[in-house]
């Protein structure tokens, strides 16, 4: 977490703090915090924030049940905003959309999210809850067909080829992913982990 000593307010005790999903980096709103805020923000892992129009604190989702876990904190270089990583439970936004800045943002994350809503609830008409259907085998199956078309593309069909067959692979794997209860951060952490 960050330390408050390193935190520089303006004139009227508040500090900017851009609230991002920690899993897929999209911004979700940009707040304010003051001292008291951001105290109790490092001690219960959620977001609380303080609010310029009521004057007052805000426990973030304390009526709507949207609250934010707090996963991670860093002043930006100057001290005088603050990054704050959160896992979102539910809309950010008062106007019920995810983030403040809008929805039309693609994400894995958020694909991953659909994904496994379509494996829990296994809708007719769904693509993915067809897959979910057939299991390992059908998923492990589709995954080699894609690969084989990756290949093929990057081989003789050009780049616009390799991109769309490329985005049948993702798709696919992270189909089983979900199908294996493994979170796609799990393997970004992998990746994470090599980096040198």
């Known amino acids: 977490m960050l330390d408050p000593a390193n935190i520089t307010f303006d004139s009227s005790g508040l500090v900017p703090a851009i609230i991002r999903d920690s899993r897929s980096g999209e911004v979700l709103t940009l707040a304010y915090m003051n001292r008291e805020s951001l105290r109790l923000t490092i001690e219960s892992g959620e977001t609380w924030l303080w609010s310029r129009s009521r004057q007052e604190l805000w426990h973030k989702g304390a009526t709507s049940g949207n609250t934010q876990r707090v996963v991670a904190m860093a002043p930006d270089c100057d001290g005088d905003a603050i990054l ?6 539910g809309p950010a936004c008062h106007t019920g959309a995810r983030s403040c800045f809008g929805d039309a943002r693609f994400s894995l994350s958020n694909l991953e999210d659909v994904l496994r809503q379509r494996k829990s609830e296994l809708p007719e ?3 993915s809850a067809k897959l979910f259907r057939g299991g390992r085998t059908k998923i492990l199956k589709k995954i080699g067909e894609e690969s084989a078309e990756v290949i093929i593309a990057a081989t003789s069909e050009g ?3 390799v991109v769309s067959e490329s985005a049948d692979l993702v798709f696919h794997l992270l189909a089983l992913l979900v199908h294996e209860g493994i979170a796609l951060d799990e393997v970004v952490a992998a990746l994470g982990s090599r980096a040198r």
């Open 84 to 89: 704050v990583d959160v896992e979102p439970r």
């Open 125 to 127: 008409g769904s693509y």
């Open 159 to 161: 780049r616009e080829r």
